[in-house]
């Protein structure tokens, strides 16, 4: 499995940027997968359904599955934060998986980067970031993408990856 990476800090564009790659490779045929990191508790689950209550009882995985799809939850008793290389094995074979997040993870990655944060690039100090997709003009020397032009940043991440 390919994987590749966008990356970027809070409100830079990142979740809409990984949308838009996904609708455009699934278009050209491939299979993708995603993995998106949280830096907070979450829950895919809701007080008072069967699922959820199952999970407070105790259980270490619960599995839900309907005729449409199924989500597995598995509770980190220990406190230990999967890997990523970890989560990538809970992944069936799909041409490309898109990882949102995992900053410090040394995969490929383009950096997502909205002026209007006020925060500085990450790219200049993290040889990991191939690229950059940007609202804004950028003179620097990674390639800069506008952080709109999917098709040309989709193109770029599959030349990168061989597919």
């Known amino acids: 499995m390919k994987i590749y990476g966008v990356t970027g800090w809070k409100n830079s564009g990142k979740t809409g940027l990984m949308e838009r790659l996904v609708a455009d490779m699934t278009r050209r045929g491939l299979s993708v997968s995603t993995i998106k990191h949280a830096h907070h508790a979450f829950d895919v689950d809701h007080p008072g359904k069967d699922s959820h209550r199952h999970r407070v009882s105790g259980a270490r995985e619960v599995l839900l599955a309907s005729r449409k799809r199924f989500a597995l939850m598995h509770e980190i008793v220990e406190g230990q934060e999967p890997s990523l290389a970890y989560l990538l094995t809970k992944l069936s074979p799909v041409d490309i998986v898109l990882i949102e997040g995992y900053k410090t993870d040394p995969h490929p990655k383009i950096e997502a980067h909205r002026s209007q944060t006020g925060q500085a690039l990450i790219a200049p100090n993290d040889v990991t970031i ?4 940007s609202n804004t003009e950028l003179t620097l ?9 999917t098709h040309s940043i989709s193109e770029f991440i599959l ?5």
């Open 141 to 149: 020397d990674h390639l800069v993408f506008d952080l709109d032009d």
């Open 159 to 163: 030349a990168e990856v061989g597919l």
């Open 130 to 133: 191939r690229a950059i997709a």
